[in-house]
């Protein structure tokens, strides 16, 4: 969508573990008013980059620009990032005070709701890998974000959490914000993603709509 | 500060919530403590000696015109160990297999050179290879010591007497022999006599000067007692009892204790809580601009110090009741409580910044809390050996905390005036919980790859 201002830009970020290059120098715009989806196989760097991208992992080169007015970016890891000995309501409620959302024992009751995650006062650890996630989400929106970075976030979800997880990544790219997703399923990558970009060894080699995604060979590659 | 006071708070939270685990790392180091405290109260106390009399000492030895009953003086000396009459033969068989410490051996004719005032008589002393066979050889000196205290007093009564035979006269006895001595009195007064029968002046010349040498010689023996005394025992030390605390509520094990309490909990603690927020992956989620690295070091080392605060307290209250209850003196337990609460605090930290440190370097909770017991209990331990005994335990010991908390306790609970010594601990906690923190601060970028 050329002409709308990027919510979020990598300017030649790249990341290496020890002597492996996770991430080449990469460019990428996230625009407002789209759904990005992030693909290529195992080890290509999309986790890398959406980690950057979120702030939670630092480039060895290059740097991320914040579009004006700075976006409120919520990331949702691969894996559950949350307190294990905290009740869903606490960890989301310790994350709002941390945000420093203005009242956050209404915000974390807010988002039980939203969520729908159980509120009886059991343990974040007891609750099931697809709640976790959710929970995973609802800490993610905590800070009402305009830019959401997910990393798988619905390979543990089943088909109703999963409909409702699309219901709120939708609404945050329908407010003008963005929504960036790591998958590996391509049925949700075509159902979803309005914008597809393939990595491969830490490299971009492909960036066009979803549309061009469908006809390209690299749509066959990882069908 | 906000976000490392949140951070405390929630590791406090789920603190609350494993009291089975709490109670543990609080029960395991004092129990450590105890046995530490029993073993350093014990290793030197009452070994079984065996007592082998060869000589078959009789129940009463008449020594210099003293009387000494055998096992009365053998009662007298043997607090230190328990002395067990045996054949030589079974000595020998105890001492290969370690039943006994030592043996005692009374040769033969030890009795009669003891009368004869003319060559010491030897005691034998056999050892074995125990880890007491030094420590006892030290006992048994002190006992030679003593005995030999005893017997100077009967020895310097008995000279006492002949002194006195020699200045007032009479008659007495020596190896046996009987005999009458004029003595000095006596001895004057004849010349006094001798004096008035003649005038020759040569005579009167020679009278003069025995009567002088009698004199002087009276004057003299008559201070012989003091000088004797003095001479045989040049120093004296009195030993006074005074009331003071038992061993279980005394000074050291009570700063030990606490000391080795909060190294556990304290370091295992922060160990585990800082690998804890690696294991729950939250650290990224942190970093986003919530949390400064520097800020999640803090929240674990601060737990450290208030887990030590509270702990601290509790356990000197409940050092400081038992010592009431016990009505026993020697401390200051609650005048100095909040002094106490000063160095609880700042051992706390130290120990807390170590185990950072640790839980940094081991990644991973389990393993953290598994490195942190395994450096601990032999830091904590190495911390009791004196320096003075092995050096190099003391230049181990000075660069982690523990040494300067049980430093800081002692003075803060029981010294009359503890403020250097208090300062100069505060110091090195301080530095020390500084010099960890700041290389956890270094390490804990680890958990961002």
């Avoid at chain 2, 950072?356 to 830091?379: D, Q, W, Y």
Wanted: hydrophobic fraction near 50%; charge should be negative; include cysteine.
């Amino acid at each position: 969508m050329p002409g709308v201002t990027a919510l979020l830009s990598a300017r030649g970020i790249a990341r290496s573990f020890g002597r492996h290059p996770a991430l080449e120098p990469t460019t990428l715009d996230v625009r407002g008013g789209e759904v990005l989806g992030l693909v290529g196989p195992n080890g290509a760097g999309k986790s890398t980059l959406v980690s950057i991208l979120a702030g939670a992992l630092a480039p060895d080169a290059g740097s991320v620009v914040l579009g004006e007015p700075r976006p409120r970016v919520g990331w949702v890891p691969q894996r559950p990032a949350q307190y294990g000995r905290l009740t869903p309501r606490e960890n989301l409620e310790l994350f709002a005070r941390l945000e420093g959302v203005p009242d956050p024992a209404k915000a974390a009751a807010r988002l039980v709701e939203i969520v729908e995650l159980p509120d009886d006062g059991r343990l974040t650890s007891e609750l099931s890998l697809g709640n976790q996630q959710r929970l995973n989400l609802g800490v993610a929106l905590l800070g009402d974000p305009n830019v959401l970075l997910l990393d798988e976030p619905t390979s543990s979800l089943d088909p109703r959490q999963r409909r409702r997880f699309w219901e709120l990544a939708r609404a945050v790219r329908d407010r003008g914000g963005a929504v960036v997703f790591v998958t590996q399923n391509l049925e949700e990558l075509q159902r979803f993603a309005d914008r597809v970009v393939v990595l491969l060894d830490g490299r971009v080699v492909f960036d066009a709509s979803a549309e061009e995604y469908a006809r390209s060979p690299e749509a066959d590659v990882f069908a | 500060m906000t976000a490392v006071r949140l951070l405390l708070a929630k590791d406090l939270r789920v603190l609350r919530r494993s009291p089975a685990l709490l109670a543990a790392l609080v029960l395991y180091p004092l129990l450590v403590a105890l046995l530490v405290g029993l073993v350093v109260r014990f290793a030197s106390d009452q070994p079984r000696v065996a007592f082998v009399d060869l000589d078959g000492l009789p129940q009463a030895l008449n020594i210099a015109g003293e009387r000494f009953d055998v096992e009365t003086v053998i009662e007298e000396v043997n607090d230190k160990a328990e002395l067990v009459p045996m054949s030589e033969e079974e000595a020998e068989r105890q001492l290969e297999t370690g039943e006994v410490t030592a043996a005692i051996v009374v040769p033969r004719g030890f009795a009669s050179k003891l009368r004869g005032m003319v060559e010491s008589p030897v005691l034998v002393l056999r050892t074995g290879r125990g880890g007491l066979a030094s420590r006892f050889e030290l006992q048994t000196e002190a006992l030679v010591f003593r005995l030999n205290r005893l017997l100077q007093e009967a020895y310097i009564e008995a000279n006492l007497k002949y002194v006195t035979l020699l200045v007032e006269g009479g008659e007495a006895d020596f190896l046996g022999e009987e005999f009458d001595v004029v003595g000095l009195e006596e001895a004057g007064r004849l010349l006094e006599q001798l004096r008035g029968r003649t005038d020759d002046p040569e005579a009167l010349g020679e009278i003069e000067e025995l009567a002088t040498f009698v004199r002087e010689a009276r004057l003299a023996l008559e201070q012989t007692d003091e000088t004797l005394r003095a001479t045989a025992n040049p120093i004296e030390l009195r030993t006074d009892r005074e009331a003071g605390r038992t061993w279980l509520l005394g000074a050291q094990l009570q700063a030990y204790a606490l000391a080795l309490t909060l190294s556990f909990v304290c370091v295992l603690l922060a160990a585990g809580a800082i690998a804890a927020e690696r294991d729950e992956n939250v650290v990224g989620r942190l970093v986003r601009g919530l949390v400064r690295l520097r800020e999640l070091v803090t929240a674990k080392v601060l737990l450290g110090a208030t887990i030590a605060l509270a702990l601290g307290l509790v356990l000197a209250i409940v050092f400081g009741v038992a010592a009431e209850i016990a009505g026993v003196d020697g401390g200051q337990p609650w005048s100095r409580l909040p002094l106490l609460a000063l160095g609880l605090f700042l051992a706390g930290a130290a120990f807390g910044a170590f185990g950072v440190f640790l839980g940094v370097l081991a990644r991973e909770s389990r393993a953290a809390v598994l490195v942190a017991f395994l450096v601990t209990l032999p830091l904590a331990l190495i911390g009791v050996v004196p320096s003075e005994s092995v050096a190099a335990a003391g230049w181990i010991s000075i660069v982690f905390p523990f040494v300067h908390a049980v430093d800081f306790f002692e003075s803060a609970l029981f010294a009359l005036d503890p403020w250097r010594e208090v300062g100069v601990a505060s110091l090195w906690l301080l530095g020390l919980a500084a010099a960890f923190a700041t290389a956890a601060r270094m390490g804990v970028r680890r958990f961002l790859t």
